[in-house]
């Protein structure tokens, strides 16, 4: 089914020199990437003896995968219950490795529904482009987050609820850099609703706007393993200028960015490093603020400490520190246990950056490779050093509620 074009473009053996062994396994990690290949090996044929005016022939042998896919799946956490994936795409369309098709997640608190097709390189060059019809509907508690002197306890109190809709169309087109990087500018257009499901009184602002947004955006992965990486980074820019109504008079304005590096301390033992940042326009609908809080989501940066979208704002930091240790032993399953600790915060004004402002947190957790995918379960605590309000100049130590998380089966 695949096409010639689609197979010589990842291969980099120099045919006119000497077999290089980095060209070959280079050649085979990129068939493999393609999507299109269950197996990739590469033989030598073998002359005879009167052919030795001749030059060896290096054979790769493909077995392809089915071109139509259909994927299920199941995924349960503490804040969106159970989840419902279903993905049905081709994978490899006319032989070119591009794909189409859609999928959907269905849960309690959150709808999506993307309808995609994507050409990860366009004939033998770099260049790649992508398009997608999509609907994306979630539910988020947000509290008014308090410390206190005491460790135990409920601090935090007045929890609204919140709903962020959004439908409409994204388009975009760039190249690759190498194997693992890609600069892509990209064109949205979407109407977003965030609206007040529940309220106590106060609480954040909500929209209904239609918007048109461009933006360009960098991206490096060498990470190993995406989900539990044990060498590699990840690096991430993102500037987006967007309108509300098509009205050159109400535009405002994102950047955005994240690095993550892993250190390996041994063979069974990771240090990951990371810290993200977000600044944008005062005038930034609901719809598009910067969250943070959670384990990570597509919905909210990481902050072990924090539950999912505790922290909305328009200006966003954050940096984050986690040990992991993956013990020969296994208890039930292969066992990885984590350590935590993170600092940040949201403002929604830059003029209220500060140091001083800054919110701790800190955690544990266990990790198990179940056949079902990953299980999680972290027990966390928020901290700050709070100013004394008899005196200014010194700080005590004040904590938040502790939080706990659990999931089970892969994020999607």
Do not use: C
């Not at 396994?25 to 393609?34: A, C, F, K, R, V």
């Not at 975009?172 to 109407?191: A, E, L, P, S, Y």
Request: aromatic share 12%; glycine share 10%.
């Amino acid at each position: 089914i695949t096409g010639i074009t689609s197979i010589k473009r990842e291969i980099k053996i120099d045919t006119t020199q000497a077999l290089r062994l980095k060209s070959a396994e280079e050649s085979i990690d990129n068939l493999y990437d393609t999507g299109a290949f269950a197996n990739v090996s590469l033989s030598s044929e073998t002359l005879r003896a009167t052919d030795v005016s001749k030059q060896p022939i290096l054979r790769f042998s493909l077995e392809e995968k089915p071109p139509s896919v259909l994927r299920l799946g199941l995924r349960y956490d503490e804040t969106n219950n159970a989840q419902f994936l279903l993905d049905f795409r081709n994978e490899n369309l006319g032989g070119t490795t591009s794909s189409l098709g859609g999928w959907l997640k269905e849960g309690k608190r959150n709808n999506l529904v993307n309808m995609e097709f994507n050409i990860p390189r366009i004939g033998s060059t770099h260049l790649t482009m992508s398009s997608r019809l999509f609907y994306d509907e979630h539910l988020f508690d947000n509290r008014v987050i308090s410390f206190s002197k005491s460790l135990f306890g409920f601090h935090s109190t007045g929890s609204n609820s919140y709903g962020i809709q959004k439908y409409g169309v994204s388009s975009g087109f760039g190249t690759r850099i190498n194997k693992n990087g890609k600069v892509i500018v990209d064109m949205t257009f979407q109407n977003a609703i965030s609206y007040a499901e529940q309220t106590n009184g106060g609480g954040l602002t909500t929209s209904n706007i239609n918007m048109f947004s461009v933006g360009s955006q960098f991206t490096l992965d060498s990470r190993n393993n995406p989900l539990t990486p044990t060498s590699g980074s990840y690096t991430n820019f993102r500037y987006t200028n967007s309108s509300g109504s098509l009205n050159v008079h109400d535009i405002f304005w994102q950047i955005s960015g994240n690095h993550e590096g892993n250190l390996p301390l041994g063979p069974k033992t990771t240090l990951q490093y990371s810290g993200l940042f977000g600044l944008s326009s005062n005038t930034v609908p609901l719809s598009e603020k910067f969250f943070l809080g959670g384990p990570g989501t597509s919905y909210s940066q990481q902050f072990i400490g924090l539950k999912e979208n505790d922290l909305p704002g328009n200006n966003i930091g954050a940096a984050g520190i986690h040990l992991r240790y993956s013990p020969s032993f296994a208890l039930l399953f292969p066992t990885s246990i984590v350590l935590h600790y993170n600092v940040g915060n949201a403002w929604d004004d830059k003029d209220d950056i500060s140091v001083g402002h800054l919110i701790h947190g800190a955690g544990t957790s266990l990790i198990w490779d179940t056949p079902l995918g990953p299980a999680r379960f972290t027990v966390s605590k928020a901290f700050a050093f709070l100013k004394n309000t008899a005196n200014n100049d010194s700080s005590s130590l004040r904590f938040s509620d502790s939080i706990f998380y659990f999931s089970l089966g892969h994020d999607f």
